[in-house]
């Protein structure tokens, strides 16, 4: 039995429409195209999610046990966490090999417009550490806004230089031969094969998302 198999092209591929997939799809040009891919559909399947026996009890941020979710908007539409913005101690005395690609300097600029975006309000941390202690955290005031149902998302998604691909579930990354350049991504979608081409990828799937996929991909200095 042949599958059948598609292509699709773009200035910019997106692999996850949660928090962080939906603001870069805000902020791009729109002058340039996208193709946002996303593994969940756009209401709460429990069969296209991570097992949860992969976390220990200790280990869930929500009640419901929601550490992750597939879905459109992702865990955005659960998302009532805090955020506390790294400062030049989370920079300094870190190991050669796992130093930031970015200085401190380069992303300090950006706090002001994140936290006007993401409209949230200042609150002293409670902290026992010392360290920690002495950051502020933020809170969400619209705890909605990256949910399914919400204006935002609906007006990011009509978006006439942006195609949303549901239910696409990345498999596969191509790389070039030195594999400094992704050359396509490989997603399966109802039994059909889905190749994505794009000038620039970006991996939005979250923190145990992301690693699985570059994990399970063919480079091997991320299986070290």
């Given at each position: 039995?042949?599958?059948?198999?598609?292509?699709?092209?773009?200035?910019?591929c997106?692999?996850?429409?949660g928090?962080?997939?939906?603001?870069?799809?805000?902020?791009?040009n729109k002058?340039?195209t996208?193709n946002?891919i996303?593994?969940?559909?756009?209401k709460?399947?429990p069969q296209?999610?991570?097992?949860?026996?992969?976390?220990?009890?200790v280990?869930?941020?929500r009640?419901?046990k929601k550490?992750?979710?597939?879905?459109?908007?992702?865990?955005?539409?659960?998302?009532?966490?805090?955020?506390?913005?790294l400062?030049?101690?989370?920079?300094?005395?870190?190991?050669?090999?796992?130093?930031?690609?970015?200085?401190?300097?380069?992303?300090?600029?950006y706090?002001?417009?994140?936290?006007?975006?993401?409209?949230?309000?200042?609150?002293?941390?409670?902290?026992f550490?010392?360290k920690i202690?002495?950051?502020l955290?933020?809170?969400?005031?619209?705890k909605?806004?990256?949910?399914?149902?919400s204006?935002?998302?609906?007006?990011?998604i009509?978006?006439?230089?942006?195609?949303?691909f549901?239910?696409?579930?990345?498999?596969?990354?191509?790389?070039s031969?030195?594999?400094?350049?992704?050359?396509?991504?490989?997603?399966?979608?109802?039994?059909?094969i889905?190749?994505?081409?794009?000038?620039?990828?970006?991996?939005c799937?979250?923190?145990?998302?992301?690693?699985?996929?570059?994990?399970?991909?063919?480079?091997?200095?991320?299986?070290?």
């Amino acid at each position: 039995m042949s599958i059948n198999h598609k292509r699709f092209y773009s200035d910019i591929c997106i692999v996850g429409s949660g928090i962080a997939g939906l603001s870069l799809c805000n902020f791009l040009n729109k002058k340039i195209t996208i193709n946002l891919i996303e593994k969940g559909s756009e209401k709460y399947d429990p069969q296209k999610q991570i097992n949860d026996s992969i976390f220990n009890e200790v280990n869930y941020v929500r009640k419901n046990k929601k550490n992750t979710i597939s879905q459109l908007g992702g865990t955005g539409n659960a998302w009532a966490s805090r955020l506390m913005k790294l400062d030049k101690s989370d920079f300094e005395d870190i190991n050669e090999d796992n130093k930031w690609p970015i200085a401190f300097e380069e992303i300090s600029n950006y706090y002001n417009k994140a936290l006007n975006f993401f409209n949230v309000c200042e609150e002293q941390s409670h902290f026992f550490d010392e360290k920690i202690s002495k950051k502020l955290i933020y809170w969400p005031k619209n705890k909605k806004k990256f949910s399914f149902k919400s204006k935002f998302l609906k007006k990011i998604i009509k978006r006439k230089n942006l195609n949303l691909f549901l239910e696409n579930e990345l498999t596969s990354i191509e790389y070039s031969e030195n594999f400094n350049h992704t050359m396509s991504i490989t997603c399966i979608s109802k039994g059909q094969i889905n190749k994505f081409y794009a000038k620039k990828f970006i991996l939005c799937c979250g923190a145990i998302e992301t690693v699985k996929i570059l994990l399970n991909s063919e480079i091997q200095q991320f299986k070290n």
